[in-house]
């Protein structure tokens, strides 16, 4: 990862800006440079990644324009290619260099041809104005708000914005901002026309096309790494990746020591794909103890992203202080596109679909979010699989009724897929979903769920949740939680739109806990 910040206008302090900038130093450990456009402030923290020369330092300049950049861009040497050809010349093998030629070639249209995690902010030196772009997923964070002049500021994450501008909100991926106004350029969610291939054919384009998207993601010049949980996603993403592998992969596993689903099927997909396999353990105390660190990372109230931080947080923090991988290949977005467990309760395909676009385009507040905190504050870069654009628009196009749980096992057409691919055993490819913070170990919920009982009494816990209006909390570990994202954000609820929960209007979802396992179809998972 890196971080990125910029103060779009005319009279900025120096002094101020750096302050808010140096918060997020964990991102890019490996230079940090600030700019003077004349017209305001561009800010980068690097973690070389790409081009690992001083050469790739940003922000990159062209002519008197300026680009900052936190993304990988796949694809890119077939864009440099053509940019050279139309001469332009290159002085590092950064893949954000060619950023401000595509920007003069094609102005914001070129936003649309990236194949790309990104966050950017570019200073145009002959109009004296400031664009700025996020991919469709929102992989890649950005935040913007304005300060007491009017004048936008963008960052990479809203911890750097805090003090500066009186409201932060998240930057809407597939959006570029230009003269004001932000401008969809993606939507990723939007389905314009419903694909009609038949269940084969459909699978065999999943394959393909996740294969693809895995592969792509293994270019780096710095050394990759693997989350493995042991479920689906993960899992396939490690035996894509050692199959394409010369050498053992490495991967990462985290769990609670007494009862975590995902050590014991971690280590059989490890077994079975010859990885190099660290297991990483929790303790109670550690759980206890790191929990308003995650929530200050994290930005967020939301109950089931801090659940599921405190296992990939702490497995992260082995590997900065272990390891010297510095980039990490993650599982995150399958169940948005091909169904959670509570969707398996989706009334139609309709339904089933409107909720997909749902979750999909509030994706970056949530398990998005999640990834990149955890491994960007942990000077690690995060690398999505499931977010490929390719492969995300095909399956966001397919037949709902097709996606929609008719087959006993959720995921089918995923699992299908791989059925016969030989990169995964049976077991694993049809084995049923734990959700992360349940696998890595019922208990750790648990632990959370008993230290926010013991620290408000019902009749505190009714008093102090009624202090907020907006996302009031409903139990007292989101009391909990509310109260320590509002000491380092104070006043900023509105950047998330809600708490994550499964659809309550749906029969068989009005649950006041937003596990899995609290569904009745939670059935076998995790056990």
Sequence with gaps: MCSIMGYCGSGADMQIFKKGFERTVSRGPDGSRVVDTGKGLLGFHRLSIMGLTPLGMQPFELGGSYVICNGEIYGFEKLK?????KEYTFKSGSDCEILLPLYREYGTAMFAMLDAEFA??????????????RDPFGIRPLYYGYDEQGVILFASEAKNLVGLAKKIMPFPPGHYYKDGQFICYSDIANVEEICHDDLETACKKIREKLIKGVKKRLVADAKVGFLLSG????SLVCAIAARES??????????????AIDLKYAKQVADCIGSDHTEVYMTPEEIISSLEKVIELLGTYDITTIRASMGMYLVCKAIHEQTDIRVILTGEISDELFGYKYTDFAPSAKAFQEEAQKRVRELHMYDVL??????????LEARVPFGDLDFAAYVMSLDPEMKM???GKGKYLLRHAFEGDGCLPDEILWREKAAFSDAVGHSMVDYLKEYAEKKYTDAEFEILRKKYKYAQPFTK?????????????????????DFWMPNKSWEGCNVNDPSARVLSNYGESGK
Excluded at 373 to 379: A, E, G, Y
Aim: proline share 3%; charged share 30%.
């Design 370 to 379: 999640r990834a990149d905190r955890c491994i960007s504050v942990n000077s």
């Design 81 to 85: 290619e053509e940019l050279t050809e």
């Design 405 to 407: 749980n008719k087959y």
């Design 477 to 497: 570990e989101s009391l909990l939680y509310r109260e320590i994202f509002e000491k380092y954000y104070p006043d900023q609820a509105e950047m998330v739109v």
């Design 231 to 234: 479920g689906l996603d993960s």
């Design 246 to 259: 010369t050498e053992p992969i490495k991967t990462f596993a985290i769990g609670m020591s007494e009862d």
């Design 120 to 133: 950017c902010v570019i200073y145009d030196g002959e109009t004296g104005e400031y664009i700025a772009a």
